[in-house]
């Protein structure tokens, strides 16, 4: 059957605040202190995710809610821009739009959220209907999308039921519990896309290897996200590892491991090899890891176009 929509994800709604200097602790006891630079972008992981992938070419359909402010229009206007459908992003007069502080010095930040509109969304809001126009579905910011949380196992069991593959990338937990379900959760789990850290907290395992050997039995495809060190893949029995250049100086790398899940996707909902797939991702994230936010370095079909082949009319997987 014909659907409308390659990839459906649901939109943790929220703007980001980066604030960089080579010192931004800040100090308390009403001492002001001055930054360099600051800027004001388009959040939110499965934001950042929604616009690398239309960009890519894949038809993709965000729901969510932003709130009735300046914020909000941002968010609705850097999306539709993108190329992403907002035909089911409502607005609504009585929330405010989430906000994420980023305090970045170096090579690292610190992250300060009000989560705001990115929890508004429940189960309720997610009709079967709107499901199945869908092929697959992505799924992350899982911790921070508190309103579908405890839900969260029986949408991507509907998602798989009405015949959708589903792709996860739970994010970090802000409360540091990793407290869910996650054996009974990946039987439902086509695509499991966390970074190296992630990967451990989430099975209690000392070391990637013991995360990757629990893990890629859990799930038919197991993407270990690993920054400067690339990726690595298993599938089958087999590991695929991808490797990445150094991204240019002065990025912030907010969002980058959301661009590379949108770039493994495009690779692999068009029934491309790991390698390739991996070989997108790779370029896709250190692509956003050098600029500054999580769009603006986003790559389209034109920048890959000497490393893969992009079909036009994503359908071989299906």
């Not at 798989?160 to 789990?189: F, H, M, Q, R």
């Not at 909902?269 to 991702?281: E, V």
């Amino acid at each position: 059957m014909t659907k409308t929509y390659d990839i459906i994800a649901f939109a943790d709604t929220c703007v980001d605040l980066i604030l960089r200097d080579d010192d931004v602790a800040p100090r308390f006891g009403q001492v002001e202190k001055t930054v360099a630079e600051y800027d004001l972008v388009m959040g939110g992981s499965c934001c950042i995710f929604a616009t690398q992938a239309a960009k890519l070419g894949l038809k993709v359909v965000l729901l969510g809610t932003v709130g009735d402010d300046a914020f909000g229009e941002l968010i609705l206007d850097t999306l539709s821009s993108a190329g992403v459908d907002t035909r089911y992003m409502q607005v609504d007069k009585d929330l405010r739009t989430g906000l994420t502080v980023h305090l970045t010095q170096g090579d690292d930040r610190a992250m300060l959220t009000y989560p705001g509109s990115s929890k508004a969304l429940t189960a309720a809001d997610i009709p079967d209907d709107m499901l199945s126009q869908s092929r697959h579905l992505h799924y992350g910011s899982l911790f921070l999308q508190t309103g579908l949380l405890p839900d969260w196992i029986k949408i991507v069991r509907r998602a798989k039921g009405l015949g959708l593959t589903v792709s996860l990338d739970t994010n970090w937990d802000p409360a540091e519990a990793w407290d869910i379900d996650l054996e009974e959760a990946l039987t439902s789990v086509d695509v499991l896309l966390p970074n190296e850290q992630e990967a451990k907290q989430l099975c209690g395992a000392a070391s990637l290897a013991e995360a990757a050997q629990y893990l890629r039995q859990a799930v038919p495809i197991l993407v270990v996200k690993r920054g400067v060190e690339g990726a690595s893949a298993w599938t089958k029995g087999i590991e695929t590892v991808g490797t990445v250049a150094e991204a240019d100086a002065g990025g912030d790398g907010i969002g980058a491991g959301d661009s590379f899940d949108a770039g493994f996707l495009s690779g692999w909902l068009n029934g491309l090899a790991m390698p390739d797939c991996l070989s997108i991702a790779c370029r896709c994230g250190r692509a956003v890891a050098g600029q500054v936010g999580g769009v603006k370095g986003q790559p389209r079909p034109s920048d890959l176009r000497e490393l893969l082949m992009l079909k036009s009319d994503p359908g071989k997987r299906q």
